[in-house]
């Protein structure tokens, strides 16, 4: 089973940058995909960025070019790096992880508990 912990959300002004963390731990084979979806308040829950561990990584196309997803895989560690942020940003960010319990085993979701961001005007 997958045990995530993010971190590094918070508070910023308009146009400023954060970094959220993800980190899985728990007993599992691998893990095949790891990323981030956000929830904005009465919005519904939208892909940011994901990861697999062989292949390039993916963001949405509204956020090319201020959104960057990295990853270590020995850590089984993701970093989703934010910049230019506008309010509209503004969200629960959600890290997720899909964790194989054997190589034929196509893998279980697994989500954190949510990252809060707030980007201020």
């Known amino acids: 089973q997958v045990r995530l912990v993010e971190s590094g959300g918070g508070l910023v002004q308009e146009g400023g940058s954060l970094r959220l963390s993800c980190a899985a731990s728990?007993?599992?084979?691998?893990?095949?995909?790891m990323g981030w979806y956000r929830q904005a308040p009465g919005m519904q829950r939208e892909l940011v960025c994901s990861?697999?561990?062989?292949?390039?990584?993916y963001c949405a196309d509204s956020l090319k070019g201020r959104f960057t997803i990295s990853a270590d895989n020995a850590k089984d560690t993701v970093h989703l790096q934010m910049n230019s942020l506008s309010p509209e940003d503004t969200a629960d960010y959600y890290c997720?992880?899909?964790?194989?319990?054997?190589?034929?085993?196509?893998?279980?979701?697994?989500w954190g508990h949510g990252a809060r961001v707030t980007v201020s005007s």
């Open positions: 990861m697999p561990r062989v292949g390039n990584s």
């Open positions: 728990g007993s599992f084979y691998s893990i095949d995909t």
């Open positions: 997720y992880a899909n964790g194989l319990t054997h190589y034929w085993d196509p893998g279980t979701m697994t």
